[in-house]
């Protein structure tokens, strides 16, 4: 209310000239100041802008300068990434080449040598192929040799003759030997300890053989049977009455076969054959059969021997027997020495245990006041001593 009232007043009041004017340049230096003060605002607004600005700008320029830093650091990455993949693609390229240069010359060399191995083999088949031809003209020859009888019976003879040679030493058998009765055996095995020999034959018929083999119909099939039971039976006979000798051959001959196949077949075919040879005391033995009489024959000689050299067995146990009674005797003169010996040690042991404890209880003596006995005595040995130095 005042502060109106004092407007009023003055408005009521007449100023003067002066008044105004001085009111007017207080107006206007009012005026100058408001002025100044928001001129000075606006340049601290607009410097604090510019800072802001300048800041914005520095840290947008760090920004940039950051990223173009990552930027190098992401290029010079990938250069690297691209140079370390790029020498790994060249590495393992190397390896491929290596390895698929490495496969190629194994594959060449496994190639070289399959055909080595081919051409071998080739060779090879070659070589058998020359044998089969060789061995086709070798089985012609002894198709030849069993039509003649003459080499049949040299081929049986060899047969013959290459197992007993691998089966028995040279001293008990004999080839193409004379008996008493002037007749030759084509082997003759000497029993041990005894005069009587045992008497092989290989002289056996195959032309019966060859006939029956051959026959194209049944008659010419039986006409060789009957024929193969003559030839053979004829010679069983003959062996039987020839080499069949009381006292100097076994009561025993054997009559070999130099084929498995034929011995087979005459088991199988003709066992009345082989029946009438048993009654006749002729045994039919095919090469198996030979080496088995011979490997049983090698036996009885090994059981000779051992008997003919059982005295010299008894004697060495005897002397056996001897060296060890002989053994035994020092035996128990050994342990009564160490009886001995354990005794005289027990003695020792005694002994060393009696000086143990005198020794204990010398050295349990009370030496550092003697009594007057002992004074006494030390000193009866010690003055004539003295005496005896003066």
């Not at 007043?9 to 206007?28: C, K, N, P, Y």
């Not at 060789?134 to 039509?147: F, N, P, V």
């Not at 051992?306 to 002989?326: F, G, N, S, W, Y």
């Not at 005797?329 to 020792?348: C, M, N, P, W, Y």
């Amino acid at each position: 209310m005042d502060f109106y009232a004092e407007v009023a007043r003055l408005g009521a009041r007449t100023f003067s000239l002066a008044e105004v004017l001085v009111a007017a340049g207080l107006l206007g230096l009012l005026l100058l100041l408001v002025l100044l003060v928001l001129s000075w605002r606006a340049g601290a607004k607009r410097r604090m802008e510019a800072l802001e600005s300048q800041k914005k700008t520095e840290a947008l320029e760090n920004k940039l300068s950051e990223m173009a830093g990552q930027l190098r650091q992401f290029a010079e990455a990938a250069s690297t990434r691209d140079a370390h993949m790029s020498q790994r693609l060249d590495d393992r390229l190397d390896q491929v080449s290596h390895r698929l240069g490495q496969g190629l010359s194994e594959t060449t060399q496994r190639t070289g040598k399959q055909l080595r191995e081919l051409h071998e083999r080739l060779a090879v088949i070659d070589t058998a192929q020359a044998n089969i031809t060789a061995l086709s003209s070798e089985m012609l020859t002894l198709k030849d040799i069993l039509s003649n009888k003459q080499a049949r019976g040299a081929f049986g003879q060899a047969r013959m003759e290459a197992i007993i040679r691998d089966g028995l030493h040279a001293s008990a058998y004999a080839f193409q030997a004379t008996l008493s009765n002037g007749t030759r055996p084509d082997c003759l095995i000497k029993l041990p300890q005894s005069d009587v020999q045992i008497v092989i034959d290989a002289k056996f018929p195959l032309e019966a053989f060859n006939a029956l083999k051959a026959a194209e119909d049944e008659q010419a099939a039986r006409t060789a049977e009957q024929r193969l039971r003559t030839d053979v039976l004829k010679h069983i006979r003959d062996i039987s009455q020839k080499y069949l000798i009381k006292g100097e051959t076994h009561e025993t001959a054997i009559l070999f076969v130099p084929s498995e196949s034929i011995y087979a077949d005459l088991y199988e075919h003709f066992e009345d054959i082989i029946q009438k040879a048993h009654r006749a005391q002729v045994i039919v033995a095919s090469p198996n059969i030979l080496m088995l009489m011979v490997q049983t024959m090698q036996a009885i000689f090994k059981d000779a021997r051992m008997r003919e050299q059982a005295h010299v067995i008894q004697k060495e146990v005897v002397h056996l027997l001897q060296d060890t009674e002989r053994l035994r005797t020092r035996v128990i003169d050994l342990q009564r020495h160490f009886g001995q010996a354990s005794g005289d040690i027990e003695k020792l042991v005694i002994s060393s245990d009696k000086i143990t404890k005198r020794g204990l209880r010398i050295e349990q003596m009370d030496l550092d006041e003697p009594d007057q006995a002992s004074a006494a005595a030390l000193s009866d040995t010690v003055k004539p001593k003295l005496v005896a130095g003066k």
